[in-house]
C-alpha cells in the first residue's frame, strides 16, 4: 500500500464515523422544523469538513502547462475534431450538459459524462471507479473507440512527435527519459493540469468558520440534507465522491448498467456506482450515471426514494435544492 492508499485508509473511517454519529440524531425523513437555528456548525464540519482524498503535492507548473495543452488537443482523436474539453468543458462547469457524449464519429457513449472539475478531490475516477487516479483516468478516453477512437499507443505518439513544441515540452517534462511522449506520460501530465481545476464555494467558507457565509435559507437546507440522511452517502469536502453504493438500495432503481460490478465481475457489486460528488451540482445537470433526470428537484426527489425510502415533500426538495446551490464555486482559470 502508497503512502496515499495509507492516508486514504485512515481517513475515510474518521469521516465514516462523525457521519454515523451525526446521522443518529438527524431523524427519520420527516420535515425536522428546526431549520437554521437547530444547525451545529461544529457537527457539521465533523462530517463536511474533512478533506478525504486530495493528498498529493502540487504539480510542477511545467507539467500543468503541458497537460493544459493536451486537454484541449483536438488532433488526438479519429477525426480531429474532439479534445477532453469537448466533453468536460470547463466553460461549463467541467461537463458538456448532455445525457452522454457523442464521440469523434458521432456515436454516443452509455455513462453521463461526469465534471473534470474537483474529480482529483474523489476516491477514484469513472462511475466505476475504474482508474485509481485522474492521471489513470486521462488516458481511457483516447484510447476508446466510442469516445476520441486512437486505435494504438503508437498513433498517439505519432501525432505528439510531429509536432516540435510537443516534442521540447515532454522532454522538459519527462527529462531523463529515453522515450518521453509515452500515452502514460500524456495521463500524469494531464492529470498534472486537472490537479489545477478546484473550486471554493460560500459553503467553503462556512466550514473555515464564517458563519455568515450561508443565508438562513441555505443553512436551513443544509439541516434538512442532514435530517433526512443525504450525509449517509455524500460526506466529506466535495460532498461526495468517496465511497461506492448500491443505486437503488432500498427501493430498486431500473437500470440495465451493473455498473461497478460490470467492471469487476463481482456480482455483489452489481449496480454499485460511485457516489457523485455534489460540488457545483446545480450547473452540471443533467445527473445519474446515464443522464436521465433533467433537473436537480427530480435528482433529489429520486435519491429520497431509492436510497432512503423516503418520499421528500416538495418544501423539502426545495431546501435541499436551496443548500446545494451554494456548493457552486467560481469557475479556475483554464
Not at 461537463?95 to 457524449?101: A, C, I, L
Not at 452509455?110 to 475504474?130: E, H, K, M, V, Y
Not at 459553503?203 to 443544509?222: H, N, P, Q, R, S
Not at 451493473?258 to 455534489?278: I, S
Request: charged share 25%; proline share 4%.
Amino acid at each position: 500500500m502508497s503512502k496515499i492508499q495509507s492516508m486514504r485508509a485512515l481517513a475515510l473511517p474518521v469521516v465514516l464515523a462523525a457521519a454515523g454519529a451525526l446521522s443518529a440524531g438527524c431523524g427519520d425523513g420527516s420535515d425536522s422544523g428546526g431549520g437554521a437555528a437547530a444547525l451545529d456548525r461544529s457537527k457539521v464540519v465533523a462530517i463536511l469538513g474533512t478533506e478525504t482524498f486530495a493528498d498529493q503535492p502540487a504539480p510542477d507548473p511545467r507539467m500543468v502547462e503541458l497537460g493544459r495543452k493536451l486537454y484541449h488537443e483536438q488532433r488526438l482523436s479519429k477525426q480531429g475534431n474532439l479534445s477532453c474539453a469537448s466533453c468536460h468543458d470547463l466553460s461549463k462547469y467541467g461537463q458538456d450538459g448532455e445525457p452522454t457524449s457523442p464521440g469523434s464519429t458521432g456515436e454516443r457513449g452509455d455513462r453521463n459524462s461526469p465534471t473534470s472539475i474537483n474529480a482529483f478531490r474523489q476516491l477514484a475516477q469513472f462511475w466505476d471507479g475504474r482508474a485509481a487516479t485522474v492521471e489513470d483516468q486521462a488516458t481511457g478516453p483516447v484510447m476508446n473507440p466510442i469516445e476520441h477512437g486512437l486505435a494504438t499507443e503508437a498513433e498517439l505518439v505519432g501525432i505528439l512527435e510531429g509536432d516540435d513544441a510537443y516534442v521540447a515540452a515532454f522532454k522538459e517534462c519527462f527529462a531523463g527519459e529515453s522515450t518521453p511522449i509515452t500515452l502514460a506520460n500524456f495521463g500524469k501530465a494531464v492529470g498534472a493540469f486537472e490537479r489545477t481545476l478546484k473550486t471554493h464555494s460560500r459553503f467553503d467558507d462556512y466550514l473555515d468558520g464564517d458563519d455568515d457565509a450561508l443565508t438562513a435559507a441555505e443553512k436551513a437546507g443544509l439541516q434538512t440534507f442532514l435530517d433526512v440522511g443525504c450525509v449517509q452517502c455524500h460526506m466529506g469536502r466535495t460532498v461526495g465522491g468517496t465511497m461506492y453504493r448500491k443505486l437503488g438500495e432500498r427501493v430498486p432503481f431500473e437500470t440495465a448498467d451493473k455498473g461497478r460490478g460490470a467492471h469487476t465481475g463481482n456480482a455483489a457489486e452489481d449496480y454499485m456506482f460511485k457516489v457523485p460528488m455534489l460540488l457545483n451540482v446545480a450547473e452540471t445537470a443533467p445527473y445519474f450515471h446515464d443522464g436521465s433526470v433533467a433537473t436537480l428537484e427530480e435528482a433529489v426527489r429520486l435519491m429520497g426514494k431509492h436510497q432512503l425510502d423516503v418520499e421528500l415533500s416538495d418544501a423539502q426538495i426545495a431546501s435541499i435544492v436551496t443548500f446545494l446551490k451554494a456548493l457552486t464555486g467560481e469557475l479556475p482559470p483554464n
